[in-house]
C-alpha cells in the first residue's frame, strides 16, 4: 500500500469549514483514497473513499488532485463532535486476505473550538 | 441494525488467565477482523476471516486464537495473558464484493492485564 502524509493536528472553528489534506504521491492507479476518522475512545469509523472523481456523502467531501498525489476532505460545518483523529489510507480494494487490512499512520488531529 | 457489536467493553485480566472476546455483526458481511490498538500507536491486525471456518494470520497473531464458527460471529481468545496484551480490541467487518472494501468496525473492548 502506497504511503500517506498527513499534519500532526489542525483546528477550526465551530461552524467553519475543515479542510484536512493527506499526501500519497506513491498511489498506484488502482489504489483508492479512504478516509476514516476515531473520535476519543470509539472505534474508527469511515466517512468516505474515492478513486479519482470528487465524492460527497452526507458527512463530507473528498477532493482528489488531478494526478492523485494528494487528497483533501472537507467537513463543510464542523461541530464539537467531529473534534477527532482523522485518517488517510490508501489501499487496493482487491487486496485479499489479511491483506485486505488497513494500515492507519498516526493521523491528523481535528479540535474543533467554539 | 446494530452493525458490530463487542463484548465485554472493558476487562481485567491477571497474568495467565484465559479470556474470550465476541464480536457479531448484522449486515452479512463475509469479512471479519480483529485488530489491536495501542496508546500512541494505529491498528494493528491480528487475525482475519474470510468467511465461516476460514482464518489467516495478521501482523501480530502470537498469544491469539480465533474462531470463525458462523457467518456473524468472530471471537478472539487469550489463552495465557500477559501484560504485552494489554490494548483495546476492535473487531471490524467487511463485504468482500463488490469493491471498494469498506470496514466497519465495533465500540472496542479494553482490556488490561495485570
Avoid at chain 1, 476514516?36 to 474508527?44: A, F, L
Avoid at chain 2, 467493553?9 to 489491536?36: E, I, P
Avoid at chain 2, 468472530?74 to 463488490?98: I, K, N
Amino acid at each position: 500500500d502506497a504511503k500517506t502524509t498527513q499534519p500532526t493536528s489542525m483546528d477550526c472553528a465551530e461552524g467553519r469549514a475543515a479542510n484536512l489534506p493527506c499526501n500519497h504521491s506513491t498511489i498506484s492507479g488502482n489504489e483508492y483514497v479512504y478516509w476514516y476518522r476515531q473520535i476519543h475512545s470509539q472505534g474508527p469509523q469511515y466517512i468516505i473513499h474515492g478513486l479519482k472523481n470528487n465524492e460527497t456523502n452526507e458527512m463530507a467531501s473528498l477532493i482528489i488532485t488531478e494526478d492523485r498525489k494528494s487528497s483533501t476532505l472537507i467537513l463543510p460545518h464542523a461541530t464539537l463532535r467531529d473534534t477527532a483523529v482523522y485518517y488517510c489510507i490508501v489501499r487496493n480494494p482487491a487486496d485479499t486476505g489479511a491483506n485486505s487490512k488497513l494500515t492507519f499512520g498516526k493521523g491528523i488531529t481535528l479540535s474543533v473550538r467554539p | 441494525n446494530a452493525g458490530v457489536t463487542q463484548t465485554p467493553k472493558f476487562q481485567v485480566l491477571k497474568t495467565g488467565q484465559s479470556m474470550t472476546l465476541q464480536c457479531a455483526q448484522d449486515m452479512n458481511h463475509n469479512s471479519m477482523y480483529w485488530y489491536r490498538q495501542d496508546p500512541g500507536m494505529g491498528l494493528r491486525l491480528i487475525y482475519y476471516s474470510a468467511s465461516e471456518g476460514t482464518t489467516d494470520k495478521g501482523e501480530v497473531p502470537n498469544g491469539y486464537n480465533v474462531s470463525r464458527l458462523n457467518k456473524r460471529e468472530f471471537s478472539l481468545r487469550l489463552e495465557s495473558a500477559a501484560p504485552s496484551q494489554t490494548s483495546v480490541y476492535f473487531c471490524a467487518s467487511s463485504h468482500r464484493d463488490p469493491q471498494p472494501i469498506v470496514q466497519y468496525f465495533g465500540p472496542g473492548t479494553r482490556l488490561t492485564v495485570t
